[in-house]
């Protein structure tokens, strides 16, 4: 008899132990995917980011906690907060697969797993599948139809702004419809209101993630034609260098254009090239833009 005791005794120690493990490995996962999440975002921190993060994985552990589901208001007492200045959160966390609800509307809360997710496109596979496949691929071709029979020249680098501005702008208008688009089955929210505002924070996150490091990459593609490098190279080169002055010059305006700190500041004359392309292929929009700008600048001053 007291062995049999024993045996229950170590039995229910066990299914403790195993319970404890897979709780810290089910959270361990979710704080994973939240690091993953949180660093696809700005990596400029402030105190408003901090606190709506920290918010967040006090959610998520909470409704972890909660095998059995948890209710909105339920949720809001204990986090405490209010009810509606709950909802923001819960969106955000719906729409990025770290929790969902059920399909009534007064249905509890349970963190995702395989069994329970849908089908739908995720924002970051959307933004990141189209990054690697065609934004860093040198040797994607985007289709520009008016280009075949415009008689207009196009220096290089004004080439390949309208290039970039036509996958850049081309991306973000494909994934607007693509958002709308019920086939996607991006929402698993069955409240209209909050579908729609899911919506619009599945195409911010799309667009959040697709201006990672953009500035980056668009450094890159107009680094061969820029002609103001040249320029910069000449000006700076004492007259009869050397080959080998030459040769390190340019090295050293290489390194500096992509390397030195900071990163996103360029030289007067290479932002002065930017916007002359710009204006050339843009006339209209660029003196709009450029007036708003120097107004602004001259009101700030």
């Known amino acids: 008899m007291n062995n049999d005791k024993s045996d229950e005794k170590s039995k229910l ?11 810290r490995a089910i959270k361990q996962e979710y704080d994973r995917k939240l690091k993953l999440e949180y660093d696809k975002l700005n990596p400029q921190s402030n105190p408003s980011n901090d606190l709506v993060r920290k918010k967040e994985q006090r959610i998520v552990n909470t409704i972890l906690a909660h095998e059995d589901g948890i209710s909105h208001q339920e949720l809001a007492d204990i986090i405490g907060i209010d009810r509606n200045n ?8 719906i ?21 329970r997710k849908g089908i739908s496109i995720s924002a970051d596979i959307l933004a990141n599948s189209y ?39 081309g991306f973000i208008i494909y994934a607007m419809i693509q958002s709308m688009n019920p086939e996607n089955k991006i929402t698993k929210i069955w409240n209209l209101v ?49 080959k080998s002055k030459i040769r390190d010059k340019n090295f050293s305006i290489a390194w500096d254009f992509f390397f030195q700190r900071p990163y996103f500041t360029l030289d007067q ?30 009101q700030a001053s």
């Not at 990025?96 to 963190?111: A, C, S, T, W």
């Not at 065609?134 to 080439?159: A, H, Q, R, V």
């Not at 820029?226 to 000449?234: A, P």
């Open 86 to 93: 709950l909802r923001p959160y819960m969106i955000r966390l």
């Open 194 to 242: 909050e579908e729609d505002i899911a919506v619009q924070a599945w195409l911010e996150d799309v667009i959040l993630i697709f201006m990672k490091d953009i500035l980056a990459r668009f450094k890159s593609r107009v680094f061969d034609d820029l002609k103001s490098l040249d320029q910069i190279l000449l000006e700076d080169l004492p007259p009869k260098s050397s």
């Open 13 to 23: 120690q066990y299914d403790r132990k195993i319970k404890l493990e897979n709780d």
């Open 95 to 115: 729409q990025r697969n770290l929790v969902i609800r059920e399909k009534d509307k007064h249905g509890k809360y349970y963190p995702t797993n395989k069994a």
């Open 131 to 169: 990054v690697s496949n065609i934004l860093d691929n040198e040797k994607f071709l985007i289709d520009i139809p008016s280009l075949e029979t415009n008689i207009i020249p196009f220096s290089g680098l004004e080439y390949k702004l309208l290039k970039l501005s036509n996958m850049f702008g």
């Open 269 to 298: 004359r290479i932002i002065s090239e930017l916007i002359g392309c710009f204006s050339n292929l843009y006339p209209k929009l660029s003196r709009v833009l450029e007036k708003t700008r120097r107004t602004r600048i001259t």
